[in-house]
């Protein structure tokens, strides 16, 4: 599976934005996949993950309520819409692929990555 992510970019605090995840290879429909960011000078952590066929979705406490993750598995794609963005959101975001379909917040579960995007909240 091979992943790109997009749409990160500078909004103020309280805006909105909407991060894609473009996958490619067949076993993409069968892999749960997460988002997951990394602030300067502060370790990995994890966002948002949902499984296989969308129907469990879990969010990190930081982000409960604000944040919402969606795939559309005929597109190969999978959103997190962020709403609500504070200072303290601010990170490079990546998504992840795991080789199984089980949604998962831990970062050492997954097995391909993508780039990150850029995601800078400030006014």
């Known amino acids: 599976v091979q992943l790109q992510a997009s749409g990160g970019g500078l909004v103020q605090p309280g805006g909105s934005l909407r991060l894609s995840c473009a996958a490619s290879?067949?076993?993409?429909?069968?892999?749960?996949v997460g988002w997951f960011r990394q602030a300067p000078g502060k370790e990995r952590e994890a966002v948002a993950s949902?499984?296989?066929?969308?129907?469990?979705?879990v969010y990190a406490d930081s982000v409960k309520g604000r944040f919402t993750i969606s795939r559309e598995n005929a597109r190969s794609k999978v959103d997190l819409q962020m709403n609500g963005l504070k200072p303290d959101d601010t990170a490079v975001y990546y998504c992840?692929?795991?080789?199984?379909?089980?949604?998962?917040?831990?970062?050492?579960?997954?097995?391909?990555w993508g780039q990150g995007t850029l995601v800078t909240v400030s006014s």
């Open positions: 992840a692929a795991r080789s199984t379909g089980i949604a998962l917040l831990r970062s050492g579960g997954y097995d391909y």
């Open positions: 949902i499984s296989w066929g969308g129907s469990t979705k």
């Open positions: 290879g067949r076993t993409f429909s069968t892999s749960a």
